[in-house]
């Protein structure tokens, strides 16, 4: 069934607090090509990326993203509690000490499950992910795809500064966010990292790259291939527990940010070889470590699998 992006529709939309202790993977040294990657899970203290934190970046959040359907939509999708697909996720994310967001989309069914969806959170390095489409879609050289590459698979900041600067900015990247799920959803702060989403918008964009919906099909093909190439060391968070056959798609983002870690882990999964099954996106903040974080996002996605015939 095919999935539409934006919809009228309330959300039904549950309170969130949440996070325990765990363990998250060391990262190899990037390749000797790559610009020294700065958002990394390592041994030591990870060193993180940087974010504007002036007073005029720290405005109140934008209006929740509405999914607003257009006229000739001839099926509106489901929009459901998480609970209704997995009440494991639900308890993983309801019981953590921090704040947490979650949306995933079953892309054959058209329904959206979630829970605090419409939160706005800091973007961070999932923020690259808008980023490389506006790049995609710029008639990108041999180099800037060279460079892409680096910036996704191991979440290169120092190329994702060049890239936006690059492409126009904010001004460009809207654009992407307006095509791919609608003028409601467009970041306000020029920085790749530094601006805001939600867990049902950033939702939608993975789905438009997944199903190739709302997007120049070679872009949202070349995305795809980026996304589906991450490091190993970069996959962690919602890959874990998916099933065998199944190929994923995964793009994180994380930053110590007063005082506590903002940790967010997106994706999506499709059959090897097949088409797109479900977008999960897992959005925290308020954790009081990298380790944290790793270990509830992954209780939170493992259960989504199961859901899903893991």
Known sequence: MRILLTVVIALV???????????????PEPPQTAALVSEQAADATPTVET???DPSDVTAPPQPVARTAVAD???????????ALST??????????????????????????????DESY???SIGKVPLMLAVLGAEPTPLDRSQLATMITWSDNDLAAA??????GLSTVSEVWAQAVGPDAVPTRDHWGGGETTADAFAQLLAAIATGETLDAMVAADAAALLEGVAPAQAWGVSAGAPTGVTMAVKNGWVEWDD???IHSTGYARVVDGGPLYVIVVLTQGLHSLDD????????????HEAFGA
């Open 13 to 27: 939309l549950v309170g969130c607090t949440a996070g325990a202790p765990g363990a998250s993977p060391a990262d």
């Open 51 to 53: 974010v504007p934190t």
């Open 73 to 83: 939509d001839p099926i509106a999708p489901s929009v459901q509690p998480l609970s």
């Open 88 to 117: 494991a996720a639900v308890q993983a994310a309801d019981t953590a000490q921090a704040r947490v967001s979650v949306t995933v989309i079953d892309l054959r069914a058209g329904i959206f499950y979630s829970f605090g969806s």
């Open 122 to 124: 800091r973007m961070a």
């Open 163 to 168: 890239l936006w600067a690059q492409v126009g």
């Open 260 to 262: 506590s870690w903002l």
């Open 293 to 304: 974080g790793v270990e509830l996002i992954e209780s939170i996605a493992t259960p989504i």
